[in-house]
Every structure is written in C-alpha cells, then in structure tokens.
C-alpha cells in the first residue's frame, strides 16, 4: 500500500468528470436532484484506510466502502494474485459439468470455516445474489421434500437483504420502499425489527424479547407452520441501522424455527469475514446453527464481486437425492470467476497470516468505548457498536426519542461537516454509519471519534441557531 504522488492527481480533470458523471452515470441510490445540483464524489485512489477524491483530498473511510474494503485498499499482493489468475485463466464456463480449480479450492476453503454441516457453497456474484439464491434453494428444496405449500418467508421490518426485486423485498427497509418500484407480497411477512432503543413505551429489554419471540410464533400459526419456509436475519442488522437484538434473540428464534421445521437463513453479507472479530457471527457469537448462510462483502474485501450461499448437508441430501433426474437450473455466468476466487483465497490468506480476526476483537472494543463517550452529547439519541459495525442515531428530543423532520437532513448534515474534515461516515436519513476497514488502528478510531464530536456539536449549535433544535 502507497500514497498516491501529488502529481497523480494533475491527471485528472475533476471539473469534466463532475460533468460527465451527471451526463451519463448513474448511480445506486441515485438522489436525482441532489447529484444534479452537486454531483459527487470522485473516488480516484485508496491505500490502506484512505481514499482520495480527484482533487487529492485525503478521506478517512470510516464506511469501509460498503462494508467491505476489509483487508484495506492497494495491497500489491492482492494485485499481483489477481494479475497472475488473469494471464493464467481468465475465464471458465461455471455450469453443469464444467468447473475451475480455483472456485474448487475456495468452496473447499469456505465449508471448512462455515459452521456445523454448512458443507455446500453456491457462489454467485454478490451480496443480493447470494440472498436470492437461497430464496430459490428453499422453494427447490421444499418442493424436493414434497411440501409444495411450504413457501412463506417471514423477514423482520428495516432489514436489508440485497436490491434485486426479491431480496428487497425480503428486507422491507423504509427508506428503501418509495412508490415508483413495486415489491413482491404474496409469500414474503415481516415481523418487529428486534432494536430495544425503539422498544414499546414501558417494555425493558426482557419483556422486548419475549415480545418478539412471541410476535414471531404468533406470525407463524396465523400464516401456518406447515406453509412456513424459512426466516431470514442478519446477525447484526447493517443498513436498517446496526441493530444489535436483545441478549438471547436470535437464539430463542432459531429454537422457534426448530421446532416448526422452519429454515433458518443467517444473512451474513455483512457480518462474517472478520468484520465482528470471527470468520461467521450467527454460530460463534450468538449460539444459532443456521441452515443456510449468505455471504459476500468481506469474501474478497471488495477486490473483485463474489458472493455465497453456504448450506447444509440436510439441504443437499434432499435436492441431491441420487436417481430422482434433478437439475437445479439456476446459475449466473460469472459464478465460479477464477480471478474472483483467487481474490478471495488471497484475502482469507492475509487474514489468516496478519491475524485480524484478533486484531478486530481488540480495535473494535476499543471503537465501541471512544464511541460510548458521544451518549451525552446534544442530538445523540443512541450509539450502537459491536466491534467494526457501528451507528450514531441522532434525536430532535432525547427524553420522547422523537426524529427531526426528514427536511433536516441530520444524517447528511454531520456527515457533510465531517467530510470536509477529511472523515467519511454514512448517512442513513437520521444515523451515521460506520464500518472501518480490519486494518483500522486505534489512532484512526480516536480520529473517527474526535471528528464525530467536533461536527455534532457544531451541528447542534447551527440547528439551534435556526430554532429547529431546543437543546434537550
């Protein structure tokens, strides 16, 4: 990893890319008329826990990406075993009886961390691939078993499970719901999003838990436990606001899903590869063997795309029953990508060797006390942190909780101010969220902080000025 020479960035002319990225991009959540006005920003190189815009401003990136940048950006190493795999096999044909040895060996690799009998990998292209995958192997696998009726999924509320049609629809994010696209219904419910900050008035985190498992079996016999397929969760919920559930949560729903002969779907697009101190969360840090995990982000630290859907021997042993004539016929042409695989062999490698399943358990309980000393400054509501996932929820009113209007823009707000302190953070209407690269030190995390600090106050004294904030 090198900075970039200052004269890297002459090459770049900044006013022609703002032009052109409005003419002809466009973007993944693209704002219409907020990029029309402002545009934005441009992204030309990374190092380690840094990027840099086209101008040569140098960012903290405290958002990892989306999640992702893991191992940190401009490994020569990385490089080089991408460039290899390219001038060795660029390409092969990833269905029926072809296959590569380097998806071979990750598939291999990948049924070696994952917990229990997870021994069967279908790798795709991504996060939302990988979540639709296990959408369509649970319909094949309950028609398989002969339970043709067996197809309702229930999700929970603000969750985030990808942005194809079906996974966003699996997910039910608010912010993600505007009237322009429409969703699938018929056979997807949701249940509470498990977040005890926004538990009903007078329930302590206790009588919350019991509320949601209660909620969740209650949704069950309404829809019917014999029509019930799966459930899918993120361990930690990510862009639904770093949801960490009530002690014991995800366990006491996985014992529902047991006793209901109800698959349970860990989607750990976000949290496994390192990102809260172990290979996969559901298992080593909440007690849940799942039967199917989703994975991606983390996979190659964003190198190249790749994701999985990691499932169990009691899956396979059904859809793969020998004599039955099946085929799964369900593919994408880049599963399988040699060169993607050798960038996840490669980033599970310098994981393994720099030990930053270690270093993350340390830097991230270190992220989660510089961050509790915001709890008592003015707008912050809640601050949420488990290792490297974190979000800061900002509050027009601390004692009701109540939100400031959606015109405020309290998230991009601070998030702007920070910005212009060289610190990037993600704004999530009212929350700023954070998930640094593993690489993070503690010097950085100090930085992230002490920004933080600066650019809520000064946030707080502007909306007062403006009478949009009393101060409480």
């Known amino acids: 990893m090198t900075t970039p020479n200052p004269e890297f960035f002459n090459t770049f002319d900044n006013a022609q890319l703002v032009k052109a990225d409005k003419a002809h991009h466009m973007h993944g959540y693209h704002v219409f008329d907020e990029h029309r006005q402002n545009g934005a920003l441009n992204i030309v190189a990374g190092d380690g826990a840094y990027i840099y815009d086209s101008q040569g401003q140098r960012f903290l990136d405290a958002v990892g990406g989306m999640w992702c940048t893991n191992i940190g950006l ?100 608010a912010a993600d719901r505007v009237p322009e696209f429409d969703y699938a219904h018929e056979l997807i419910h949701h249940v509470s999003n498990p977040n005890p900050y926004r538990a009903p008035d007078g329930m302590d985190e206790a009588q919350f838990l019991e509320f949601l498992v209660q909620e969740f079996e209650d949704k069950i016999h309404s829809i019917g436990a014999d029509r019930v397929a799966a459930f899918f969760a993120e361990p930690i919920m990510g862009s639904g ?105 490669k980033n599970i490698e310098i994981i393994e060797r720099e030990n930053l399943l270690a270093h993350v358990q340390d830097v991230g309980s270190y992220l989660e006390q510089r961050l509790d000393t915001l709890r008592g400054l003015p707008l912050v509501g809640d601050v949420r942190c488990e290792k490297l996932m974190a979000c800061v929820e900002f509050v027009a009113d601390k004692a009701s909780k109540a939100l400031f209007a959606d015109e405020v823009n309290i998230g991009e707000r601070i998030h702007l101010r920070a910005q212009a302190r060289g610190l990037l953070v993600r704004p999530i209407m009212h929350l700023n969220v954070m998930s640094p690269p593993l690489i993070i030190t503690h010097a950085q995390v100090d930085e992230i902080v002490e920004t933080l600090r600066e650019c809520i106050l000064e946030v707080a004294a502007e909306l007062q000025a403006l009478d949009l904030y009393t101060g409480r």
């Open 74 to 173: 401009g490994r020569e190493e990385m490089a080089l075993a991408i460039a290899d795999q390219v001038r060795q096999l660029a390409y092969a044909n990833p269905f029926s009886d072809m296959a590569n040895a380097v998806a071979i060996q990750l598939c291999e690799k990948l049924a070696s961390l994952a917990p229990g009998d997870l021994d069967h990998v279908f790798l795709t292209t991504g996060g939302s691939t990988a979540v639709d995958t296990a959408y369509r192997l649970i319909q094949y696998y309950q028609n398989c078993r002969g339970k043709p009726q067996k197809k309702h999924i229930i999700a929970r509320y603000n969750a985030y499970h990808g942005s194809t049609c079906l996974t966003m629809s699996i997910g039910n994010k």
């Open 241 to 345: 606001g770093v949801i960490i559930p009530p002690e014991g949560y995800l366990q006491r729903m996985w014992q529902v899903c047991q006793a209901h002969d109800i698959l349970f779907v860990a989607d750990e697009v976000v949290t496994s590869f390192g990102r809260l101190g172990k290979w996969f969360a559901s298992s080593e840090l909440f007690g849940v063997q799942p039967d199917i995990i989703t994975t991606a982000k983390g996979l190659t630290s964003a190198y190249l795309p790749l994701g999985a859907c990691i499932f169990s021997t009691r899956i396979w042993d059904v859809i793969a029953e020998p004599g039955q004539g099946r085929c799964f016929t369900h593919g994408f042409t880049y599963s399988g990508h040699p060169v993607c695989c050798t960038a996840a062999l």
